[in-house]
Structure formats: structure tokens, C-alpha cells
């Protein structure tokens, strides 16, 4: 059971809140339903997310889709203090049983929009410059009348937040709404709008892979209202009903998998189809829409195909015939967004008979479509086996392999486009430095990405959930470390680690021997390393690390700060620190499985060449759920806001506490010496 602060303060009654929540759902369940809501509706309501079974044409019936048991959830501005300057709501998510590990976001699929309340629903785009922010866990999303409607470019996808990371077990999880015109995240330059109606519509989705490689399909559309100022509160309802309706409520693209057609009647000519599926039935009007295909870079669009009758389950495909040079393309690349072709358009079917030109029918597409190449074309991965020595451009719709021990070397730059994964080959390699692939930027190197994502790869070059590689090494040169043999150099032109956001998917290696590693540094290794590193050298604020191999990050001989650090259920510690010190902004985040291993922490700190201290500063949003280290390991906690680390007979014990700091930051060290 999540134990409470210590001191009864609003964040401490949030903490009962959440409790009370997880029991209410433990109790009820956390099933959906399709009813729509009515007059209660307008009061705030928690979002209760849980997984059900679908009937998935396009996987076999393999598919588990997110679920809400509403359309449409309504919830009220208000000033946010007492001089009136600030209009914030809170959005209650009650995440149900699922998977550990699964990684939560609410994508943003339409625009932000806006009703004055009078006579009938006629919601329009939002008045420029009008944006709705949505805060959670340190991060940041503002959704205004142009976003995502139709992303426009090959590295663009659904705008997205993470939301939480599950356990098994039911918990809330809140997101702060504001309201506004310019500035930077929640700080407004003028707080407010005009009264009124505000909506828009999100989907919900599982970022990155399952756990277990399994299917889970993003949610059906639903839609955030938002009022603000005096607007009668059945006008609030009536919006909640008709963007509820069947015949109003939006359409968007749940899945959508790319195959291959060859024809009957002539052999020769393959076809690509790509097969879409959407919440509800839809059908292209006159000359339909049309699908961005990249062969190798040069962008053709598919077609949309009609289909007779109608296809009832909202299965929409697209087909395009490569050319023979395009069937000898090295990777094809979908979407991210189907756009209307010149006098044509995608329109809703009609719903018993009722007319449903009303409804916004949303273009982008889910991100990581599947892609079975046409015969006698291989597409795969651009594999990387050897050092990269001159600076280079990795591309948008390519996936790059490291095969082997990849050095960024001393002097060069590696730009990473955004969304692009890099994969890395499971299993041994001949010895060099360590015994397994692994990219490994040398001090003296540089970084520059937006979002990048590090994930691991089987034999034949696909993705997998199995951690059994030499995950990512970043080296700086502000102190000289070695970890896993390799080691940072101090001196000449300093290392530049630039990006917006690292995931690591399932990188880096347990002991073969099912130890925890310290007397053998060529046996585990953690998924991303950062050896001696200051603050000028390393400017990601954010990285995720999921499911690793050893270690979800691990910091030694260095000295840096993050925004945001989120560990989901690595094989061993979440977060390892070897004489370093880190200080962790707004959110820190680990979330592992219960386990009778030995040594498998939430903190793992070294003192070898140094002390250790993790410093979590006053407002940041803390999820810590794992074992606490015992008194040998000497991780101790100074918190006004957390709960002192629980002993038993000096051995470790499970630790959880989940809120904001609000009393003060909170300081994780260590009290041993070298």
C-alpha cells in the first residue's frame, strides 16, 4: 500500500486521493462502455483507461485497443490564484490493470476548436494564438487551432505526451490544464481566453513497443471540453453529447498496416496496399485522398480504393505501383499523414440513415506502421559496422543498425533527424572493447537530434524486446572514468550532447550468469552511459529508458541536469551513479516490478573517485515504485516531501511514494567513503 507524506499538506491529501482512487478501481474494475454522457457529465470526471479486446482485421485478432468508457469529458477553467492571473483545471486519468511497464501518452489528433455556448453546437478553430497546455510528469504539450491537423513532413507524427507508466495495478494520474496566449509551456504571457466552449480531440496510446511485443491499438478518438468564463451549464452538456454522438463525434485512424498485392493477371506488376483503419466506417468522395510513399527518399502518393459495399468495419486502403527502380529501393517509408486529393475528400458513412457531414474526420497517422516489401525488393535497416569518422546525417524514414562496436569518433558530429530509431544487434562480437554491439560516442564527439529512439535488434535486424547488446555510451572530457572498458579522455575540444528527447528501448545486457555484474566489467551492461561528462557537454534534457538489459541509466564521473528521467522496469537498478552528481528538474520517474532478485534497486550509487547526490528540485513530479536499498548500500533520502526509506532488519524494502515536491527539494546520497 502507497505510504502518505509525512506532513498533511494539499499534496498529501492528493496522495489520499490517489489512493482512494486505486481502490475504488480494484473494486470496480476499470472496463469500458460506449453510453454517452448526459447532464453529469459536466461536473469534472476522471478519464478511466483500460485495455479491451478488439476484433482487428488487420493482426489476426491479436489486438488489444486502449479504451475509454466516454467519447467526451468535460472540465471547468478557473482562476488559479488570488489575483486572477492564472486559469488552470485538472484532468484526472485513472489508469486501469495494465501491463507493467507500458508506457502511456495522450497523442493530439485535432485541433484546438471553440463554441460560444449559444443555440446549436458550431464549433470553429480557436482564435489564433489561443493554445491549451497540457502539464504532466515535467513535460509539456500545447494544442492551438493548428495542431495536428495534417502533419507535412516525413519526421512529423501525432503530437504526444507521456502520461504515466503502469504497474499492474490501478493508480491516477493527474494532468494540469492552462489556458492562454504565448509564452512557454504553462507560463502564459496573458492567462485566459474569451468565454466559451474549448475542445479538441486526443487518442490514447501505448509509446513505443508493449510489453512482450505485443499489439495494443491506440484508443477511439476522444475529445477534451474546456469552458471558461460564465457559460450555462447545459451548454456544457450539449457539447459533451454531440461530440458524444454518433453522427458528430470524430473519425480517426487507428491502425493502419502496410502489405503487398501481387496481381493475377499479370505477375509482373506488384502493388503496395496500404490498409487503414479507422474508429468508425468511412469511404473516399470523388477523386478520395492520398498517402505519402517515400522509395529510398523520393515521395509518391497511394490512392485511396473504393470498395463496394462500403466497408462497414472502417477499413479504408490505399494502393501505389512502384516503378522498377522503385522496386529495387532500399526502404520505403509511409505516411505520417493521409492529405485529400484535388477535388476530392474522406467523409463519414452515414449512421442509420443519418447524415454525418458534421463530423471532423482527423488524417494523421499512428506512428510505426508496419512495412511488408513487394516482392524481390528487400527493405530493411541501413546497417552501420564500422566507425563513424567524418560528421554525418542520419535521415527521417530510415532505420540505421549497429552492428558491431560503432565508434562516434573524437571531432565528429552525428545528427540524428527527428524520430528516427536506431537499432542494435543482439548477441557477441569478436572482442574490441567489449564483446557486443554498442554506439559509443568517444569524448570529443557530438550529438544533435530532436527525439531519437535506441532500441534492440534480433539476428535478422527487427526489433525486439530482448536486451542483449552494449547499449549507448556517451563519453565526456571533463573527467577520466572507465566503465565497461571504455573509458573518457580529459582535454582538447570538449564533447556536445545535444537532443530533445533519448528513448531506450530494451538496450544494453544481464549477466549471462544471473549476477549483478561487479567483478566482471564485460558481462552486464547498463543501457545508457554517461562517463565523465560536465554541464556544457551534455544538453538532453529528457530521456526515457525502458526495459533494459541491466541498468536503466547510469551516470559515472559526471556532473549534469535533466528535466526528466523516466526508468520503466529494467532487468536490474533503475538508476545507477558512480561518484557524479545529477539534478533532476521536473520529473523523475521509476516504475519497477516486484522481484525477489538480488540487488535490484531503484538507486544503485559507487563512491569510488568521488561522493554521489541526486538532487530533485522543489516542484518536480516524483514516481518512485521499487525496492529501497538496505543500510549496507548506503542510499539515504532528505525529503520534507517523501517518506524516509523503509528498513527492515536493515535489509531493503519495497518503497512508493507519487506526488509533487512541494515542501522543498528532495536529496538522494550516499553516506558511504571510498
Not at 443519418?354 to 510505426?368: E, K, N, Q
Not at 532505420?399 to 537499432?423: A, F, K, P, Q, S
Not at 535486424?461 to 572514468?481: K, Q
Amino acid at each position: 500500500m502507497r505510504r502518505p507524506a509525512r506532513s498533511v499538506n494539499r499534496e498529501s491529501l492528493h496522495q489520499v486521493e490517489r489512493l482512494e482512487s486505486r481502490v475504488a478501481l480494484d473494486a470496480a474494475g476499470a472496463g469500458g462502455g460506449s453510453s454517452a454522457p448526459s447532464l453529469a457529465a459536466i461536473m469534472p470526471q476522471p478519464v478511466v483507461l483500460s485495455t479491451v479486446p478488439v476484433a482487428d482485421p488487420l493482426h489476426a485478432g491479436r489486438t488489444v485497443a486502449l479504451a475509454t468508457p466516454q467519447r467526451a469529458y468535460a472540465f471547468s477553467f478557473a482562476t488559479s490564484n488570488a489575483s486572477g492571473t492564472g486559469w488552470q483545471t485538472r484532468i484526472d486519468v485513472d489508469i486501469g490493470r495494465l501491463p507493467t511497464g507500458m508506457v502511456i501518452d495522450l497523442e493530439v489528433v485535432g485541433g484546438l476548436t471553440r463554441w460560444d455556448g449559444v443555440g446549436a453546437p458550431s464549433f470553429v478553430a480557436a482564435p489564433a494564438g489561443v493554445a491549451i497546455n497540457l502539464a504532466v510528469s515535467g513535460a509539456d504539450l500545447r494544442v492551438s487551432s493548428t495542431t495536428s491537423t495534417a502533419p507535412r513532413l516525413p519526421a512529423e507524427a501525432r503530437p504526444s505526451i507521456p502520461v504515466g507508466v503502469a504497474d499492474g495495478r490501478p493508480f491516477r494520474q493527474p494532468i494540469t490544464a492552462s489556458i492562454g496566449r504565448g509564452g512557454i509551456g504553462s507560463d502564459f504571457v496573458v492567462p485566459g481566453a474569451t468565454t466559451g466552449i474549448y475542445a479538441f480531440t486526443g487518442m490514447w496510446s501505448v509509446a513505443g513497443s508493449s510489453p512482450g511485443g505485443g499489439i495494443v491499438r491506440d484508443s477511439l478518438p476522444v475529445s477534451l471540453v474546456f469552458s471558461i468564463g460564465p457559460v450555462p451549464a447545459a451548454s456544457v452538456a450539449t457539447a459533451i453529447d454531440w461530440l458524444s454522438a454518433p453522427a458528430t463525434r470524430p473519425i480517426a485512424v487507428v491502425d493502419a498496416v502496410a502489405r503487398t498485392l501481387v496481381s493475377t493477371t499479370t505477375p509482373q506488376v506488384t502493388t503496395i496496399v496500404i490498409d487503414t483503419q479507422w474508429s468508425d466506417p468511412v469511404r473516399p468522395v470523388g477523386a478520395g485522398a492520398l498517402l505519402p510513399v517515400a522509395f529510398d527518399g523520393r515521395q509518391r502518393f497511394a490512392q485511396s480504393v473504393s470498395t463496394t459495399p462500403p466497408a462497414a468495419a472502417g477499413l479504408l486502403a490505399f494502393r501505389i505501383t512502384p516503378t522498377l527502380a522503385e522496386r529495387s529501393a532500399q526502404r520505403i517509408a509511409i505516411g505520417p499523414s493521409i492529405r485529400p486529393a484535388p477535388g476530392g475528400s474522406i467523409e463519414g458513412i452515414p449512421i442509420l440513415g443519418v447524415p454525418t457531414a458534421a463530423r471532423a474526420v482527423l488524417l494523421s497517422l499512428p506512428v510505426g506502421i508496419a512495412v511488408q516489401p513487394p516482392a524481390g525488393v528487400v527493405v530493411g535497416p541501413q546497417v552501420i559496422a564500422t566507425d563513424i569518422v567524418r560528421s554525418t546525417t542520419w535521415r527521417a524514414g530510415t532505420t540505421y543498425l549497429i552492428d558491431g562496436e560503432v565508434h562516434v569518433r573524437r571531432g565528429v558530429t552525428l545528427t540524428i533527424e527527428n524520430g528516427v530509431t536506431v537499432l542494435i544487434r543482439n548477441g557477441r562480437k569478436p572482442l574490441r572493447t567489449i564483446d557486443t554491439s554498442a554506439l559509443i560516442f568517444d569524448s570529443g564527439s557530438a550529438l544533435r537530434a530532436a527525439t531519437v529512439t535506441f532500441a534492440s535488434a534480433d539476428l535478422q535486424g527487427r526489433e525486439t524486446p530482448l536486451a542483449d547488446n552494449g547499449g549507448v555510451f556517451f563519453c565526456g572530457t571533463t573527467r577520466a572514468a572507465t566503465k565497461d572498458g571504455i573509458t573518457s579522455v580529459i582535454g582538447g575540444s570538449g564533447s556536445s550532447f545535444v537532443a530533445d528527447l533519448v528513448v531506450a528501448r530494451a538496450i544494453g545486457r544481464t549477466d549471462p550468469r544471473g549476477g549483478d555484474g561487479n567483478d566482471n566489467d564485460r558481462d552486464d551492461i547498463d543501457a545508457i552511459s554517461v562517463i565523465g561528462i560536465g554541464p556544457p557537454e551534455w544538453r538532453i534534457p529528457s530521456v526515457r529508458s525502458e526495459r533494459s538489459g541491466d541498468d536503466g541509466f547510469d551516470a559515472t564521473a559526471s556532473r549534469f541536469t535533466l528535466d526528466s528521467l523516466v526508468i520503466v522496469d529494467p532487468v536490474e537498478d533503475g538508476l545507477n551513479v558512480t561518484s557524479s552528481s545529477i539534478t533532476i528538474r521536473r520529473n523523475l520517474s521509476i516504475v519497477m516490478t516486484a522481484s525477489t532478485a538480488p540487488d535490484r534497486e531503484l538507486f544503485d550509487f559507487e563512491v569510488d573517485q568521488g561522493p554521489v547526490k541526486v538532487l530533485i528540485e522543489r516542484g518536480a513530479d516524483v514516481d518512485l515504485r521499487g525496492i529501497w536499498g538496505g543500510v549496507d548500500d548506503g542510499v539515504n533520502l532528505n525529503s520534507p516531501d517523501m517518506p524516509p526509506p523503509p528498513r527492515r532488519r536493515g535489509a531493503g524494502a519495497w518503497y512508493e511514494f507519487q506526488g509533487k515536491l512541494v515542501l522543498g527539494p528532495a536529496i538522494v546520497f550516499s553516506s558511504l567513503t571510498n
